[in-house]
């Protein structure tokens, strides 16, 4: 069985992005770990960073989610599908839209090794534009 994947950005990555609150309240923790099988501890440690600060009222911790969350969104749920299938596209292909804003992730998942050679062969000639 393969599996061609136009994984829509705005449908699934920018509305999980949305869900992740930048200072680290997942008011919607439940949805999160729905979508990605993964548990809060997991998906706190993937997609935010800590760090401590000193002040003159003693020490802060402060949570930052990462840069770029977007692709680490798409990263995870390529890593996904490596539970599932047997060889997956390591690189979705970004595609844009004409304001040049990501739309889609282009990725192929397969048991056929061949599906993705092909797949990642068009991925290849599509990023060297």
Not at 8 to 32: F, P
Not at 77 to 98: A, C, E, M, W
Not at 105 to 126: G, L, P, R, T, Y
Request: with cysteine; hydrophobic share 40%; glycine share 4%.
């Amino acid at each position: 069985m393969d599996l061609i994947l136009y994984t829509a950005v705005t449908m699934q990555s920018v509305i999980v992005n949305r869900l992740l609150d930048r200072k680290g309240d997942l008011t919607h923790i439940e949805k999160l770990t729905s979508f990605f099988g993964k548990d809060e501890e997991f998906l706190r440690e993937y997609f935010y960073t800590k760090t401590q600060e000193q002040t003159f009222f003693g020490d802060i911790e402060r949570i930052k989610k990462v840069e770029e969350p977007i692709q680490k969104i798409a990263k995870l749920y390529i890593d996904q599908l490596h539970g599932i299938f047997k060889y997956v596209t390591p690189n979705p292909l970004v595609l844009y839209n004409s304001r040049n804003t990501p739309i889609f992730h282009f990725a192929c998942a397969s048991n056929n090794q061949v599906a993705v050679k092909i797949a990642n062969e068009i991925i290849n000639k599509k990023q060297k534009r």
